[in-house]
């Protein structure tokens, strides 16, 4: 069959592409930037079609395919800045106009549980959204999920961060929340399950766990399975906007995330009970056994997908490509040459780069950077990177975006998501046994070229530090 994958450098469609692609099926992924698509790390590429589109641009949907068998609608805005239900709402409206054009035969969407009257902005938002595709000539069949936890989901990183990272939390009411989690791999059963299933045609579905748990559960669970000991007391003064600040400095979210999950965490998100688990023959997975597969996942590189991955500056969601060709004129330059006795090795280091490596030289000014990052709103240094040794065009490292990574060409193109009175590059070159290790940065305005003199001391002692620790 031939699929239409929405959305299909986010977390979840990166999880369901392979199984698509075991099954036989050829999937036509849209996107907004291709250079953000890694297409090398699926086995039958053959099997994969590319369209550049942007759901908000209408005329650009122009580009999708006419004989299409299904749809998965895999498109959410949440940690955007600005209106994202307004975003989500005109994205929807658009693709329903576009794909009523087209022979599917069905819609597969994944949204959230609703079970209350007064939902959250986030969970408003994704009710919308089905309706709105419900009002399309397509049947449509709706999964709806809670808590997703999985090897570089939002949520498994989030109570991740807390975990391992706060031995005593003080943490706001909100930790009674029942909610059910739900394993990652039994959402890709389910959304494959029901794939052209007619008796699933035009209703909607709460998929979930087995266990019903507070956030407060959930949190001690996790560092037990980890066999780590917490203290979690909560307090009913941390009002929603602390809250979202908490979570925002402790974790790897930004600020925008983290306020719209707190919105979602004042309201129980327990599942509507339904045979469609019977129905399909999925083994629901626990809590805990969900955890220790997910780490299975993170000790073997095997991370398809991370959340943080979308997590970034507005301007790189579309067209990163422009980016990649970096200024001459009207920019500083730090260049570093070294040469190295053993290329592979110093290739071997570059590809590793930040995350849990660091970056080789003074390692707590590159921390006290990423926190001041996060003081004045910025993505900071706790994303990481999804993989210890492969690094990918479009990959979020630290607080870097992959522009361009090429092991043969032994390059290395990083973009700085750093708040910055401009923008900065980071590159490093192989050739001919010499590392070439380029900084540059285009300021703006005076404040630019004034942050730029402040921090060449720094940059002295940093670029040099790292450039030797590789070549060494």
Not at 154 to 178: C, G, H, N, Q
Not at 185 to 196: A, D, K
């Amino acid at each position: 069959m031939k699929i239409l994958l929405t959305g299909a450098t986010g977390y979840i469609a990166q999880r369901l592409l392979p199984v698509l692609l075991e099954n036989g099926h050829h999937v036509v992924c849209v996107v907004r930037d291709i250079n953000r698509f890694n297409i090398s790390k699926f086995e039958n590429k053959e099997a994969i079609s590319l369209i550049e589109a942007d759901l908000l641009d209408r005329k650009s949907l122009d580009a999708l395919p006419n004989d299409i068998d299904a749809v998965y609608y895999l498109v959410h805005s949440m940690s955007s800045n600005g209106k994202f239900s307004s975003m989500e709402e005109k994205c929807a409206a658009n693709f329903v106009e576009a794909i009523n054009k087209t022979s599917a035969g069905q819609i597969i969407y994944l949204s959230g549980i609703v079970n209350k009257e007064e939902l959250s902005e986030h969970l408003s938002s994704r009710k919308n959204v089905e309706d709105i595709l419900a009002a399309s000539s397509k049947p449509l069949t709706t999964l709806r999920a809670g808590i997703i936890v999985g090897s570089g989901s939002a949520s498994f990183e989030i109570i991740r961060d807390l975990v391992e990272k706060l031995p005593v939390m003080i943490a706001p009411k909100w930790l009674y929340t029942k909610c059910q989690p739900i394993s990652i791999r039994n959402v890709i059963e389910f959304l494959y399950g029901v794939l052209l299933k007619e008796d699933t045609f035009n209703h909607h579905y709460d998929i979930y766990g087995p266990d019903i748990l507070t956030y407060k559960e959930m949190l001690l669970q996790f560092a037990e399975t980890r066999g780590l000991k917490r203290h979690i007391i909560t307090v009913p003064v941390m009002t929603p906007r602390l809250s979202s600040y908490w979570l925002y400095f402790v974790t790897s979210t930004s600020y925008s995330l983290a306020k719209n999950l707190v919105e979602s965490m004042k309201i129980d998100v327990v599942a509507k009970e339904n045979q469609l688990q019977q129905t399909l023959g999925i083994k629901l997975i626990p809590y805990k056994e969900a955890i220790k597969i997910a780490f299975d996942k993170i000790e073997q590189n095997l991370v398809l997908s991370s959340w943080k991955d979308a997590m970034g500056q507005a301007k790189l969601n579309k067209n990163l490509s422009k980016h990649i060709k970096v200024p001459e004129y009207g920019v500083f330059v730090d260049l570093k040459k070294s040469k190295t006795k053993d290329a592979e090795l110093a290739a071997d280091r570059i590809f590793a780069i930040g995350g849990e490596a660091g970056w080789y030289y003074a390692d707590w000014l590159w921390n006290f950077r990423g926190f001041l990052d996060k003081l004045f709103g910025g993505v900071g240094l706790k994303r990481g990177r999804k993989n210890r040794r492969f690094i990918a065009a479009g990959e979020s490292l630290d607080f870097w975006r992959v522009l361009y990574a090429n092991r043969e060409e032994s390059r290395l193109l990083l973009y700085a998501e750093m708040r910055l009175p401009g923008e900065a590059w980071l590159e490093f070159k192989i050739k001919n046994n010499v590392v070439t290790q380029t900084a540059t940065f285009r300021p703006l305005g005076l404040g630019g070229r004034l942050y730029w003199y402040a921090m060449l001391p720094f940059h002295y002692f940093i670029f040099n530090g790292m450039i030797n620790k590789i070549t060494e």
